[in-house]
Each structure stands twice: as structure tokens, then as C-alpha cells.
């Protein structure tokens, strides 16, 4: 065992002892690190593979679901918009600016190999407690320097994202980025080796020890010495990649590619057993081709190395010459290392010895966990005292609070204007929409909610799920497809699984119940603090795309216009279980967290687009993160009007003015209108409880309960707190 | 009118130029390749926004290099209108076609955001249908665009009218609070001597689509349509 322990191989005793079954051989050593590559969590997903089979993943509009690189969805006029999310957690988590780069490099290569083009990213991050933690600090800083310094060069604006701040993610930071690409439809490239005899190419940069064992790296805890672990990060090379996005595209226009296959988890272990095992056939290879960057790297770190900023080309022998003018001209390498063979094998040749042979179906197909899941001891506080409660200031300081306050700090780092797509930018409303050349606008938004997860895994990840559509739905986007990135700690402690398989079940019945395809997806697990040993808390991920068809369809988030009347849409509850209220209370785990009812969502969704096409609505906003006073006063920050609203008048059986004002319950919008009458009428129908609950006007946001007034806020004092927060704990 | 607009490696606004480009009439651009020895079949040329060659070295320093930028100096020398915006303006400053330098932003960061400029110098090609005075609305996305120049210079420059944009508020004043990158004296772009060749900051192919700009605005297109109309 001594030669095997040298290995450092995350295999489990039960999954060694299936490989040397399987082969009836002792594996060779570079045989055990390509399946040890392939068999890492990250990209086998064997503890994740049978819950994910709950997703609904047909629709009308699915072109392709999961199990490819990127989702494909129907947006009309022969066009298709790809998906994809990744997370770079843990090389994050120690290089923060290394990390967060090469995880939008990962992503973007997933787009462009299925030969369509990237043309937004979307950054979901979380952090620690960034008002006094200085680590917490710098790894947001340098996560979003990392983001933009790659992101801005590659020329794909960064048009959205979510951000949150918990102390759960205090030494394990999430770092997860969404691509949105678009191609015609009958030019999909896949991952595929379908025909014996074709040439498979590396282009792209070169092979070198960075990255090393990544795909391992993220399929464990972070340790103490997690600092030791930087050769598992890859370096990033933005420059590389935009040559490398433009001279594929140009390949791809040529009609020539058979198949096309990133290297990313795994490297070239991964993407030659998956072309090999979803093309039906086996791949021969010599790795004296493959251009390293360093001299003496063993075959076994030439299989597994992660090194940035390649993909694989599968092309039919003779049609090369074409191919590699246009690689040549952008200067881009190549080197043809091997061929597709029919005997199913993965053959990989090392100075003139065959120093690999496995069957490639093997390869691919890790056993999958059954991990056993307890639900937990509920640990519930109990509702915190009433202390003298006043609204104003209590909107004001959840206005400031890192989770609400203005990103601006943030997306003004980012290029999100690069390629006249963006009509909605980031701050200007609740989702990013851009422009699609088939005439229709495609709405993109990313959502998360630890806090609500860690109390109630099923709701708050369905709630994510409903948070997305909202967002989706305020700028008059009729939600056609999802990807899911799914966060949580250690598979084999049964709490953790058990948080796992409910925010699944959630997930997936939402989805369900609306009809909504999830098109992809990824799992990450092993976020753990590496100083406390606790989970982070659960945190599921939704990014939800939404189809606009008309640009006449837009109206705005902000109180614009004055006199008009302000219309809640949807029922208040006394909800305020990890809301912001609370965390601002330091009660985050107390009380009753929001639930979801996906059927009353539906018809609120379908009238609230009816709203908007007909004209009725004249600004649209949902009510999530801070409830309805703080839904009031971004509408007043973003229009500029100030408005009147009486919280005695919302929709609820509850009285308390702390629950009117900041619960966070799912499936209402706060909707201007000249019309409220109509308004009425649309929402009546649906069966959505409503209320005329006010009017915009005046430079300040007025709340009042009945006839007593509660807070009278300034917009000039609104945005002080929204704006300044950021720049003033970060600057 | 025949526009190159030349594309170097990792450019990434050059086709946004050509579609904005496309929305003038009477203006046929075309993407050249850095390359391409010669641009004697063009009557201007514009050099896109982007990371030409990844910013390595310094924004602008080897595409200022490349052989397009002989053909550029040529067309320049002709008297032809040259254009640059952001990198393109970076590239023109490190071939030297335009003056100072281009230096990173005070604060240390990439700024993107729409801004006002205040067109100052109507007497350059692309400037020509635009009253003196305008207050143009685009938008900004760069990491390096704090304009330098030695003190002596600047006064030279600014004497000689050749500041053409100027960072202003919405009311077409060179406020501090205006200035997004601390560049001097509010500058957004600049001519040289002879007019014909003008490199600017903010981005005006990203301001000619109404959909696209928060303000329903297309002022962008007013530089190409002075370009394109400007000998009329």
C-alpha cells in the first residue's frame, strides 16, 4: 500500500477495491490518478447523482438538459442561449484573486465548447462579515479585482450577480460564476468523439504544474494548511482566453468540428474519458504531443494537470489545414495528440510505452454514495423581545447593511457594457436584461439565501428559486429555464446530507409546480470553515432566465412619476425567520422562516407580466431581502420620487408593524400604476390578495400605520445609507 | 465612406464599433486585422476599445507596435481622420500620434459608469456636427485613463483648443465631483495638432442604441455621423 499512499489519492478504501475488481488488475499509477480525477466528487458527482434526478428537465424550450457542458434553451428565430455555472470555492478561499479569475475562465470555456458565444457572466459570491472581519475583507476585494481584471480583458460583460455576507463563510468564501452564451441552433458543437479515426487536437495554452489535483482539491475540507494548497490553483491568463474565444468561433463557423471538450476538472483525465464514453469510442494518445511548460513533468501530472485555457478539438483527419490557419493567425497552439480509436479504450502512450489502458464507460461512471441524511434537532431561539422599536432608523440600518446596501462598489469594477447587449445594467433594476439578435430580450438573474436555508433547507431553496423568477418576472420576463449551483459541507455527516437532499426536494418541486426546466447544474460540497470545522450553511444557488419579447415590455423598478398609486401585490406574513430584520436584531436563526407556494406564484407571475404588457404598471419591484419598507425605498432611490405608503394597509393577518415592514415572504411586488382600478381587476382574478396601500410623490419615503406616522425618510438620507456603505468599509 | 477598424489580438469593442458604425448612413466599416500591411483603401480608421495584447506592458504599448500602426501613422500623416477610443486612445498615446500618457485611475480601479463629456472643440472630424458646448452622455469602462501631461504642455494643449471632450456634470461643468478617474483638468479626450487625429476615454459606439442607455440617448452617434457627414 506504501506505492499507493505516495499517490495522495482520494479514493475510499471501498472504491479502490471496485477499480482492482473491475480491471482484475493492480492499476499502475498514472492509472489510479486518472481515475482518481474522474472519481473526485467534483467531477463525478457520486454523492449527488441520484438526488439530482428530481429536477424536472424537459420543456418545450429545452434543447439540451443536463449532462452537458452547458444547458441549451430554445429562445426563437433558430437562435439558442447556453447556460452554465461554476464555483471556485476553494482555490478562492486561498487566493482569492487567482481563483475568482480562472473560475470565470473555467465557465466561459464551458459555453464556448459548445461552440456559441459568451456574452454575459453573472457572480454570485458569498462572504464573511465583512463590517469586522479584515480576512473577510481582503477576500472580497480581491475576489471582485480577480473577477474584473479577467472578465473586463475577455471583452464578456459581467451583467448581474448576488451578494452576501454571513460569518458562516468567514474562511470559506463562495465564489460562483453563471455564463450566458448564445449560437444557433443547428450549429451546437458537443463534447463528443463520435468517429473513429478523427484527430483530437489540444489547443490553447500550455500544461504545466499549476492546478494540479484541483478537481481533489475541491473534493475535500480545506485544511489549516490550506495556504499550502496554492499549486492547486490555476494561473489565469485572460489574454489567452479572449484569443482563444475569438479564433474558436471563427473555427466553429467553419463547419469543420466534430466535437469540442474543455479541459477543466480533472484536465485532460476528465475530458478524454467523457468525449471517449459519450461518443461511443476509445481515444489513443501520446503524451510526448501534449506541450508542457515545464520539462521532466511525469505522465501522470500531464494527465491530471489543470492548466488553463485549453479545449480539445475532435476533427476529421485532413480538414487541419484549414483549421489550424485560423489558430495560427491568433497565434493560438496546437498540437494533434492523439486519434479516436473504436475499441473503447483510453490508450495513453508516454515515450514510446503505453503507460495507461482503461475502459473508457469505466472511467466515466464512479459508484455513486448512497449517503445516509438525518434531519437535525431543531435548535429554534425564540422570537426576539420587543425592544423600542423605531422604523426609520431600523429601514436606514438595513439600508447600510452590507447585505442590501448598493453594489455599486462592486459592478462598477466590472465592464458591463462590452458587446451592445446590456439594456438593464446592474442597480438599475432587479434582474440584468439584454438584447438578443432574434429581436427578444433575455432577462438573467442569480439568487441565494443561506440564512433562510440554514433554518428551513426545503423552503429557502425553493425560495431562492421563487426569488430568481421574481426578479425575472419585475422586468417583464416570462422565466424559460434554470441552472442551479448547489454549496453545502461534508456529504458523509448526515445533518449536512440531509440539508442537501431537502434543498433538492425544494428546489425541484418548485420547478415542478411551475413548469420551470432546470437545464444544468453543479454540486460543490466540502465547504467547511477550516478554523471552526462547521458547514457553511446551506447554500444553494438558482440563476434563472426569463425571455421578454417585446422592448416596449420594460418599465421601470424606481417611482418615476408622481400621483400615482402605490399597489402591493401578494400576502404579508409574520415571516421573519433569517430575514435581514433579524440578523440586524443578532436573532438570524430565530423565528419562522418564509414558505413557498409555487401555485399561488404562477398565477402572481402570470399577472404581474399581464400588468406590465398591458401597460397598467408604470414601475415593478419584488419584495425579498429587508420586506416592503426597504422594497419602498429602492423604488425611491431608483426613480428619484419619493412616495406615501400606509403598512396598516397591506394584505396580512398580522398586526405587527415589524413584520409588515421587513418579513420577507415570498410571492408579492410592489407595483406604481395610474390605473390601480385595473390593477385591481387583473390581480382579483388571478386570486392574488392585494392593496392600494399608497402614493408617490414628495422627496421622502412617508410610512405610516393607519393614520400614525411611522418614519419620514429623506431620499437624500436613503441614499446616503444605500451608497456609502461599501465604499466606506472598503475603501 | 470607408472605415477600418482595426482589430488586434483581445480587442473587444471592435465589432460594437462596426455595429454602431452601421447605424450612420453613408458609412462602410470594415474589421482589418492587425496585420494587414496596408489601409490605403480606407478614408479613416478607427482604433476599438479592449486589451489589445493584454494590456501587457503598459495599455497600448505593443499594439502601438504592430505593423497596422505604420499604416495608421501614414493615414494620420495624409491628413485622414484617426480615432481612438479607450485602448485605441491608449494606443495612439503610446505611438505617440497623440500626447501625454494614460496613466491607472486615482483609486486604483476599473470605473465603468455613464458619464457627461462636454465637446469643447467642434473643429476636429469628429466633432464637426456637434455644437460647441454639447453635453454628450456615455459611457466609461477602463482602468487606465487618467490623463497626464507635464504642466507646460497641458497649458499648451489646453491654450491650443485641442482638449475636444471634457468630463462635465449634466449641466456642462468641469466639476471635480465630474471627474471619474482624476484625470487633469477633467480631460476625456484630445486632437492632435493638426485635428485630425483624436483619441477619447468614454466609449461612443457604446452610446448610439437608445435601448441600451439609461438615459433612452444616442449621442454616441453624433461623433460617427460628424465622421461620416463631416465633409458636407
Known sequence: MTGLESLRLGLS?????????????????????????????????????????????????????????????????????????????????????????????????????????????????????????PRSRWLFRNVTRGIADYGNCVGVPTVAGDIEFDESFENNCLVDVACVGIGRKGRLILGEAKYPGDLLVLVGGSTGRDGIRGAAFASKNLSKSADDDRSSVQVPDPFTKKLLIDSLLEVADTGLLRGMKDLGGGGLSTALSEVASNGGTGVDVDLDRVRCREAGMPPAEIMISESQERMLLMLKAGSTDAVFEILDKYEVSHSTIGRVTDDGLLTIRWKGAVVARLPAEFVVKAPLIPWPSKEPAKVRRATPAARTFDVGRSVLSLLASPNIASKRWVYQQYDHEVGLRTVLKPGQHDSALLKLPNGHLLAVKGDGNSAQCAIDPYNGAAGCVAESCRNVVAVGGEPIAMVDHLQFGDPSDPEVYWSFRRSIEGMADYCAGLGLPVVGGKVSFYNEDSASKKAIKPSPISLVVGLVEDEKHIVPMGFVERALSVVVAGETRAELGGSEYYRLLGALDAGTPPHVDVKKDAALYRAVLDLIRSGTAASVHDVSRGGVAIALAEMCLAGGSGAAVDLGALPSASKSVSALAFSESHGRFLIATDDPRQAGRVLRSSGIPFAIVGETGGDSLVLRSGTRVLSELENDVLHMSFEESLPRMMD | MRVAVVRFPASNCDMDAVTSLKRVKGAEPQLVWHEDPSLADYDAVILPGGFSFGDSLRAGAIAA??????????????????????????????????????????????????????????????????????????????????????????????????????????????????NPTGTADNIAGISNREGNVVGLMPHPERASDPLLSPFHSSDGMMVFASLVGGGS
Not at chain 1, 480491471?23 to 474522474?38: F, K, T
Not at chain 1, 430554445?74 to 442561449?81: A, F, T
Not at chain 2, 486604483?108 to 458619464?115: G, H, N, S
Open chain 1, 13 to 133: 478504501p471501498a472504491e479502490i477495491a471496485a477499480v482492482r475488481k473491475r480491471l482484475g488488475r493492480e492499476p499502475n499509477e498514472v492509472e489510479w490518478s486518472i481515475i482518481d480525477a474522474e472519481w473526485s466528487e467534483h467531477s463525478s458527482y457520486k454523492s449527488s447523482k441520484a438526488l439530482l434526478k428530481l429536477f424536472p428537465t424537459k420543456g418545450k424550450r429545452v434543447v439540451l438538459g443536463p449532462g452537458y457542458d452547458a444547458g441549451v434553451v430554445d429562445v426563437g428565430g433558430g437562435y439558442v442561449v447556453t447556460l452554465h455555472i461554476e464555483s471556485h470555492n476553494h482555490p478562492s478561499a486561498v487566493d482569492p484573486y487567482g481563483g475568482a479569475s480562472t473560475g470565470i475562465g473555467g465557465v466561459l470555456r464551458d459555453i464556448l465548447s459548445m461552440g456559441t458565444r459568451p456574452i454575459a457572466l453573472v457572480d454570485i459570491l458569498r462572504f464573511g462579515r465583512i463590517e469586522n472581519s
Open chain 2, 65 to 178: 507596435r504592430s505593423p497596422a500602426i505604420s499604416a495608421v501613422r501614414e493615414m494620420a500623416g495624409r491628413g485622414l481622420p484617426v480615432l481612438g477610443i479607450c485602448n485605441g486612445f491608449q494606443v495612439l498615446v503610446e505611438a505617440e500620434l497623440l500626447p501625454g500618457a494614460l496613466l491607472r485611475n486615482a483609486g486604483l480601479k476599473f470605473v465603468c459608469k455613464w458619464v457627461s463629456v462636454a465637446v469643447e472643440n467642434p473643429d476636429t472630424p469628429f466633432t464637426r456636427k456637434i455644437a460647441k458646448g454639447s453635453v454628450l452622455r456615455m459611457p466609461i469602462a477602463h482602468g487606465e485613463g487618467r490623463f497626464y501631461l507635464q504642466e507646460r504642455e497641458l497649458r499648451s494643449l489646453e491654450k491650443s483648443g485641442r482638449v475636444v471632450f471634457r468630463y462635465t456634470d449634466e449641466n456642462g461643468v468641469a466639476s471635480r465631483s465630474a
